[in-house]
């Protein structure tokens, strides 16, 4: 029923999408403009990033970045380095070149933090959090994930048309658009990358639905302080092609021993959310905030069952909420 008041039937959201849409204005039916052709958009040779091939409709949000964001030097902003994506697909493709530019080896499982003890400082003691808390973000592959997602409904066809245009496509943040999708759970994978004497420099986590296999989340997370803070956050990269969302969570310590992570809109400089293209020297990049507010409350609940609630929203507007349910995988 749902679907038929929104006029989408499954077989439209099953598939990536292969080809990008040409205005309806300009062909009067869909189809696929020339990739190589900077000059239908405008742009010229010096416009082209880091790989000039991909989807038009990839090139054109990485030219609204450029003409709307703030071009920088990575070298004086370092926190907004990280690992990029390529054209075609995300995946787990960016993980061997990740681990080659900061000199390491791909290492399977593990957890996404070497330790919390990294994110001490003024108001934050890691020392109150629950033990269970601590252990997943230390052993996160040891841990089995179920998850269940509720959209707002002004926010769902946002949602289905990102999935259609982007995230399928790339399999890179693919959230389930209904709660059957991710009926049965979510499977887990860890890729940390370390250093010749065994030094954690980060870690790569890879989530996909069980039912259809499809990625859901390709991250990097690590430990960053931003310009504008007394403490240290942590930071999540999701690769896009030729650049990136950068994620940064503040740290808060609950009563009870419930971690809080709280990533708002707010200044260049501050924690929140970046979007990032790479220029093609690979030494600048334009950045912009983006206005997308995020909260993760991690904690235990009475039974011992640790659990995540993750709300997302824009602006102040309620997108979507996400919980997880976290369970030690049995031992073989």
Not at 44 to 55: K, S
Not at 59 to 77: M, P
Not at 164 to 193: C, E, I, K, W
Request: aromatic share 10%; proline share 6%.
């Amino acid at each position: 029923m749902a679907d038929a008041l929104w006029g989408y039937k499954d077989r439209d959201l099953k598939g990536p999408v292969a080809h990008v849409i040409q205005p309806a204005f300009w062909a009067g039916r869909i189809g696929v403009v020339p990739l190589n052709d900077c000059s239908v958009w405008g742009l010229t040779d010096n416009d082209r990033v880091i790989d000039d091939r991909g989807y038009l409709i990839d090139r054109v949000t990485q030219s609204w970045v450029r003409a709307t964001g703030t071009k920088i030097s990575l070298d004086e902003h370092p926190w907004l380095v990280g690992p990029i994506g390529g054209t075609r697909r995300i995946a787990d493709d960016w993980l061997a070149a990740e681990a080659e530019r900061l000199g390491g080896s791909l290492a399977e499982g593990g957890g996404l933090l070497a330790g919390l003890d990294q994110l001490a400082g003024n108001g934050f003691d890691p020392s109150f959090l629950s033990p269970q808390i601590a252990n997943f973000y230390q052993r996160t592959a040891d841990w089995r994930l179920e998850v269940w997602s509720q959209w707002c409904p002004v926010a769902w066809p946002f949602g289905w048309l990102i999935s259609a245009l982007f995230s399928q496509r790339l399999q890179q943040l693919s959230l389930p658009l209904r709660p059957l999708d991710a009926a049965l759970g979510m499977d887990s994978r860890v890729v940390t990358v370390k250093s010749f004497d065994g030094t954690h420099m980060g870690a790569g986590w890879l989530r996909m639905l069980r039912s259809t296999g499809q990625n859901m989340y390709s991250g990097w997370y690590g430990v960053e302080q931003l310009p504008n803070t007394d403490r240290a956050s942590v930071r999540v990269v999701f690769p896009l092609p030729n650049g990136s969302v950068s994620v940064f969570l503040r740290p808060e310590v609950r009563t009870d021993g419930a971690l809080i992570l709280t990533s708002p809109v707010g200044r260049f400089g501050d924690d929140g959310a970046y979007l990032i293209v790479v220029g093609r020297d690979g030494q600048s990049a334009h950045v912009r905030r983006v206005p997308l507010a995020e909260k993760f409350v991690v904690w235990v609940d009475d039974e011992g069952v640790l659990r995540t609630d993750h709300s997302l929203a824009l602006w102040q507007v309620p997108v979507l909420r996400l919980h997880y349910r976290h369970q030690p995988k049995l031992s073989p």
